[in-house]
T-cell receptor, first 113, second 115 residues
Framework: AQSVSQHNHHVILSEAASLELGCNYSYGGTVNLFWYVQYPGQHLQLLLKYFSGDPLVKGIKGFEAEFIKSKFSFNLRKPSVQWSDTAEYFCAVNLSGNTPLVFGKGTRLSVIA | ETGVTQSPTHLIKTRGQQVTLRCSSQSGHNTVSWYQQALGQGPQFIFQYYREEENGRGNFPPRFSGLQFPNYSSELNVNALELDDSALYLC??????????????FGSGTRLTVV
């Protein structure tokens, strides 16, 4: 069965610091990869997704992620975080367009002034 | 385009009772999935419906059941509620496409508290 591991439970950063959130998945076949964000009291929103092609994916709000197949990783990055990035971040994977998403446990990001 | 809407937003039920949660899919989406998000956890897949038929199920007991209607809206029913069923229940809709997968659109969820 597929599984997704997010290494950090809670990350605290100062504004303007760089961000990298780790995500590893366990599945040897072709996967689709996603990062979702959940702001306090709001629904899950898609930040970015990878299906194929360029392994460096750019998403909304200045986020990007790099798919490294040999490491089964899909880490999320942002060069300079803002206070408004405070949220819960979830990495997810599925096998094709109509298969369910498998989520990691999430990483809570707190950005302080 | 309309998003995914869920109702109710909050619900309190007593152990042993039954509950029905509702979801309206995003316009044009024919697949709906339900997830349970316990406090401090990532969403866990419950089941998925495509064209009114269940076509995938996670590790949840049969007292979790669902329906999808011709207009692609959906219900999640939970019988014999247990305290551990307290969670945020998320509905997600998607459009099946050939080849690459499409993204999922999530609703804001229903917060169920079982007392």
């Amino acid at each position: 069965a597929q599984s997704v591991s997010q290494h950090n439970h809670h990350v605290i950063l100062s504004e303007a610091a760089s961000l990298e959130l780790g995500c590893n998945y366990s599945y040897g076949g072709t996967v689709n990869l996603f990062w979702y964000v959940q702001y306090p009291g709001q629904h899950l929103q898609l930040l970015l997704k990878y299906f194929s092609g360029d392994p460096l994916v750019k998403g909304i709000k200045g986020f990007e992620a790099e798919f490294i197949k040999s490491k089964f990783s899909f880490n999320l990055r942002k060069p300079s975080v803002q206070w408004s990035d405070t949220a819960e971040y979830f990495c997810a994977v599925n096998l094709s367009g109509n298969t369910p998403l498998v989520f990691g446990k999430g990483t809570r990001l707190s950005v302080i002034a | 385009e309309t998003g995914v809407t869920q109702s109710p937003t909050h619900l309190i039920k007593t152990r042993g009772q039954q509950v029905t949660l509702r979801c309206s899919s995003q316009s044009g989406h024919n697949t709906v999935s339900w997830y349970q998000q316990a406090l401090g956890q990532g969403p866990q897949f419950i089941f998925q419906y495509y064209r009114e038929e269940e076509n995938g199920r996670g590790n949840f007991p049969p007292r979790f059941s669902g329906l999808q209607f011709p207009n692609y809206s959906s219900e999640l029913n939970v019988n014999a509620l247990e305290l551990d069923d307290s969670a945020l229940y998320l509905c997600a809709s998607s459009e099946v496409r050939t080849g690459t997968g499409s993204g999922y659109t999530f609703g804001s969820g229903t917060r169920l508290t079982v007392v």
